[in-house]
């Protein structure tokens, strides 16, 4: 039957549905536009056929066709759109600098779209809330105090907070820092918040 | 836990399809048991039991049902199509008797999507069809809300392994609002965590190292 490759492309999506970027498939979205293109000059060929002898026996089958045709565009269009979904997702969870081997699994296009969206992000942000802006990916839970408790879960080097203190974070030490500046820490799993 | 970015596209309402859902589209890869009504020219090769290039008049497939509702037609027949067994009168009284003890992940699991779906083809039988689903909802969704609200920190694969897709989203919301209020009630809500997809991620990263 028509269209199982690009069916096995959702299904790989679906599969990870927690939100993690699988690699992207190139060879699979190539092997679905050949299929696409051979459809269409067959249907093309057919509907001159169809016109020019008067055949209109062909047209259920063009039909047949030109159906998988349009369901080869929807199951492309939702993969692409997924991804995008799930790379949006990645630069709330993992700030703006992404890990390599999430980068890896992009697509040149999908890199693009990423650096844009973060750009897109940072001008609303400089935007509102005054003269320097609002951070909205801080303080997603309202905060309770200004500083907190943590522990380093990995050596994860040195760290400058605001007055200029430079701390170093080793594993399993644990500090009081301003909780504005370690969300993100946390977010990523370098810093674990400890409550007591 | 904590909130999600990463919402996917929802699947449509009742009768719709929502064109980006990917639930939709596996949902719309259900195959029905069908008969064409008329030839297919030069497309024999896509029914693997003749040799011949067409595909015959009368011949029975499986169609897809992105492919039945593309080619169905009310006023000319090109297919018709038959009902999956479980939404015939011989399973619509069994669902009726006591819809709870039914497997719907085994005869779906896109049991009440599909069931939908079936209304697009004009059926003499539909009215009984969409009476039937939603009984078998009604009958089914107060236990699925009751265990969904009532198992803490509990293995549930036992309880939502006979869940429908669709019962199996709202058994996982309810979970969800279950766990958050119980971090709230420890005085947790504002303990900051780790986002699950990083530490996904992590895991993942692990289990490639061993391969």
């Not at chain 1, 940072?122 to 005054?130: D, E, K």
């Not at chain 2, 195959?31 to 039991?49: A, D, H, N, Q, V």
């Not at chain 2, 015939?88 to 779906?108: C, I, Q, S, Y």
């Not at chain 2, 689903?133 to 089914?140: A, D």
Request: proline residues 4%.
């Amino acid at each position: 039957m028509f269209c199982e490759k690009s069916i096995e492309l959702i299904r790989e999506l679906q599969r990870i549905s927690d939100g993690q970027l699988p690699a992207f498939n190139e060879d699979g979205i190539r092997q679905v536009l050949e299929e696409m293109k051979a459809l269409y000059e067959q249907n093309q060929s057919d509907v001159n056929e169809a016109k020019g002898e008067g055949r209109s026996d062909l047209i259920p089958s063009i039909k047949l066709r030109h159906c998988c045709l349009l369901r080869n565009q929807r199951c492309v269009t939702a993969y692409l759109y997924d991804r995008l979904l799930r790379i949006r997702a990645l630069r709330w969870e993992y700030g703006s600098v992404l890990p390599p081997n999430i980068r890896f699994h992009m697509c040149s296009e999908e890199l693009q779209w990423f650096n844009q969206y973060k750009k897109s992000l940072a001008n609303f942000m400089r935007s509102v809330g005054g003269e320097e802006g609002l951070d909205i990916t801080q303080d997603m839970k309202p905060p309770k105090s200004l500083y907190i408790e943590v522990r380093c879960l990995k050596d994860h080097g040195e760290f400058e907070i605001d007055d200029g203190t430079i701390i170093l974070l080793k594993k399993n030490s644990q500090h009081f820092l301003p909780r504005w500046k370690c969300e993100q820490l946390i977010r990523q799993g370098v810093l674990e918040h400890v409550m007591s | 836990m904590d909130s999600q970015s990463y919402l996917p596209v929802p699947p449509g309402v009742g009768m719709e399809e929502n064109f980006l859902s990917l639930d939709d589209i596996l949902l719309s890869h259900e195959r029905l048991p069908s008969r064409t009504e008329c030839l297919f020219p030069r497309l024999g090769f896509l029914e693997k039991s003749t040799d011949s290039q067409d595909i015959q008049e009368g011949t029975k497939m499986e169609l897809p049902l992105w492919l039945a509702k593309g080619l169905y037609e009310r006023k000319r027949r090109v297919v018709s199509i038959e009902l999956p067994k479980v939404y015939r009168e011989g399973w619509r009284t069994v669902f009726n008797a006591d819809p709870t003890v039914v497997d719907l992940h085994k005869m779906g699991p896109y049991y009440y999507g599909l069931g939908s779906q079936m209304l697009h083809f004009d059926s003499p039988e539909n009215p009984e069809i969409a009476q039937a689903l939603l009984q078998t909802f009604i009958g089914r969704f107060r236990r699925t809300m009751d265990s969904s609200q009532n198992v803490y920190n509990e293995d549930t694969s036992a309880l939502v392994d006979r869940l429908d897709c669709l019962e199996r989203v709202l058994f996982k919301m309810g979970q969800r609002g279950l766990n958050s209020f119980q971090g709230w009630e420890k005085g947790r809500a504002s303990h900051l965590t780790a986002s699950t997809l990083v530490l996904n991620y992590r895991k993942r990263k692990m289990t490639d190292l061993q391969a």
